[in-house]
């Protein structure tokens, strides 16, 4: 039986988590670079959300906010028995789907107007723009988990063909960008029990002979 | 007068009636600036997005339905949506069941030019 508590995270969640708090961090990071450059910091706003399944409601119930929206869910993962262990250690190479949502709303401009599907589709773009180049820096080539992550690599990209069977008062695009990454997993292992304590004083007599003094407790 | 002809009619009464029918009062704006009161149909519901990620958004969907010969009567032509950015879009509004006012361009225009009516779908404006 296996004796200890297993309580703890799994690299798989672990690195999630991390990429959702890269993109946050650097969001955030990049806003203020952008304010002290004099533009408009909205423009690398991210609103940044980790294995979400229902549905986005405050596109209906805020339509100020356009924000673009990012979840990061994990996907799957395969394990290589070439460079893992049998006890301890499984290799893993896993999909980290992060999807983008763009948000678009028509709106007036001068003499013309900007089109909500074309401020979706530019939107998503945007942000994959965003989301690729922050967790491809070189500051980031672990994921800032060295000793845990071996490798990270964008799998592909995938723009989603906007619905065409109904129009909805705000236009969203979807994305997705795809991320492997390399890592370790790691399971419980035997606790060993303490061995006796046993000491032994080996000497060579004069006659040659080899003599072994062992001393140890028992019952 | 031919059936067609009291169909025509009777959309009078049916879509334009808001003392006892769902008659409801929408201005329409076209892109040169020219507004016209008029009473129809409006329809302003959510409704979900599948943006194909597996994930629904939700989202609203929002519609106005008006006899054409009302609209030529206030000087205005048949609506429709428009592509060009360097153009103002159709404008729609109007209020909903509380009383707050809403703002949309035509998106897509869909005139039933048999019955005398055009649906249009809308999109939010900013």
């Not at chain 1, 690398?44 to 805020?62: F, G, H, K």
């Not at chain 1, 922050?134 to 964008?154: C, F, N």
Request: with cysteine.
């Amino acid at each position: 039986m296996i004796t200890t508590l297993i309580d703890k995270q799994d690299s798989f969640e672990i690195i999630r988590d991390q990429i959702a708090a890269i993109l946050k961090t650097e969001s955030l990071n990049q806003m203020q670079i952008a304010g002290t450059e004099g533009k408009d910091p909205q423009g690398w706003a991210l609103r940044v959300y980790t294995e979400r399944s229902n549905p986005w409601e405050q596109v209906l119930n805020d339509p100020t906010d356009n924000t673009p929206i990012v979840n990061v869910w994990f996907s799957d993962s395969t394990f290589d028995p070439s460079t893992s262990n049998i006890s301890e250690r499984q290799a893993s190479e896993s999909t980290f789907n992060i999807d983008c949502y763009g948000i678009g709303v028509s709106r007036d401009d001068g003499d013309g107007h900007i089109p909500g599907d074309k401020e979706a589709a530019f939107e998503t773009q945007r942000t994959i723009r965003l989301v690729r180049n922050i967790l491809m820096a070189s500051e980031y080539t672990y994921l800032a988990l060295r000793g845990l992550v071996w490798q990270r690599w964008p799998q592909s990209v995938t723009v989603f063909q906007p619905q065409s069977d109904s129009t909805t008062v705000q236009q969203v695009v979807g994305s997705r960008l795809t991320m492997r990454v390399k890592f370790n997993e790691f399971s419980p292992q035997y606790e060993h029990q303490t061995l006796e304590l046993l000491s032994t004083t080996m000497t060579r007599a004069g006659d040659g002979q080899i003599v072994v003094a062992a001393e140890y407790d028992y019952t | 007068m031919g059936i067609r002809q009291i169909a025509e009619s009777d959309l009078g009464l049916i879509l334009e009636d808001s003392t006892t029918g769902f008659g409801w009062p929408i201005t329409i704006t076209d892109p040169d600036g020219t507004t016209g009161s008029l009473t129809g149909f409006s329809d302003d519901i959510a409704q979900v997005i599948d943006p194909e990620t597996g994930q629904i958004v939700s989202g609203r969907l929002a519609s106005a339905v008006v006899r054409i010969s009302s609209l030529t009567t206030v000087g205005l032509a048949l609506p429709r949506g428009i592509a060009d950015a360097n153009i103002k879009p159709w404008i729609v509004e109007f209020d909903d069941i509380n009383g707050t006012a809403w703002k949309f361009k035509v998106a897509q225009s869909n005139p039933d030019r048999m019955l005398g009516v055009v649906s249009l779908l809308l999109e939010l404006y900013q």
